[in-house]
């Protein structure tokens, strides 16, 4: 059984252009979470979907960035005219049902350079 | 929001030694987890703890959640055990993890 997949495992971009990021869950997982990890920094929640929902945005920049989870294929991030502080790590996370009470996975990351 | 505080920031251990990372949290919580992030950015889930003792090898972890603390115990420290120790919890009211800021952790052979 896969744990959380996620590419590219990096990514270079310049300023202006767009970032597109993948997360595939742990198979039967249907909700997904994003964070962005800044250097240095923590993790900062930023969205969480499950098929076709968004559930929490609080996290999420207003402009530039989406994201969305389909019926089918892998959750997408999305940050359309990337700026260098852009640049960061991008984890997600699955779980197979609301809440959180057990343990929750992260996949290995995107780490996103913006020149 | 609720706010999540780890201490020491940063931790130098020699090969061997034992030490102690603790958690603070502001507010009542649903669920708490502890992670470690290797070297090479990797973030490894240590722990599901909102109450009670757990134990895992060299490493166990304690949460006294009407206290609002947790603390993470690693014993016989190895060079491997080196990264970054974050903990996490989610909110009664909500359905996401909340990081601190972590514990840099440095074991030198």
């Known amino acids: 059984n896969a744990g959380v997949m996620q590419n590219p495992r990096h990514l270079v971009r310049r300023r202006g252009q767009e970032a597109r990021l993948r997360c595939s869950p742990m198979?039967?997982?249907?909700?997904v979470y994003w964070y962005r990890q800044l250097p240095e920094e923590g993790l900062k929640f930023m969205v969480y979907l499950q098929k076709e929902n968004i559930i929490d945005e609080s996290g999420m920049p207003k402009e530039r960035f989406s994201a969305e989870f389909p019926k089918e294929g892998p959750s997408i991030l999305r940050i359309q005219q990337v700026v260098r502080g852009d640049s960061a790590a991008y984890f997600c996370?699955?779980?197979?049902?609301?809440?959180?009470?057990?343990?929750?996975?992260f996949g290995s990351g995107t780490q996103l350079s913006v020149l | 929001g609720i706010q999540v505080e780890q201490s020491p920031p940063d931790l130098i251990l020699q090969e061997g030694a034992n030490s102690t990372l603790r958690c603070n949290f502001s507010?009542?919580?649903?669920?708490l987890q502890w992670f470690h992030q290797n070297p090479w950015g990797q973030l490894i889930n240590l722990f599901y703890i909102p109450s009670g003792t757990k134990q895992n090898g060299r490493l166990s972890a304690t949460t006294v959640a009407t206290e609002r603390y947790s603390l993470l115990y690693i014993s016989s420290s190895q060079t491997t055990d080196s990264g970054v120790y974050f903990c996490a919890v989610e909110e009664t009211s909500g359905s996401r993890l909340t990081f601190g800021e972590g514990t840099q952790l440095t074991v030198n052979p």
């Open positions: 996370a699955s779980s197979p049902v609301v809440g959180l009470n057990e343990k929750l996975f």
């Open positions: 198979k039967g997982h249907s909700h």
């Open positions: 507010d009542s919580v649903n669920n």
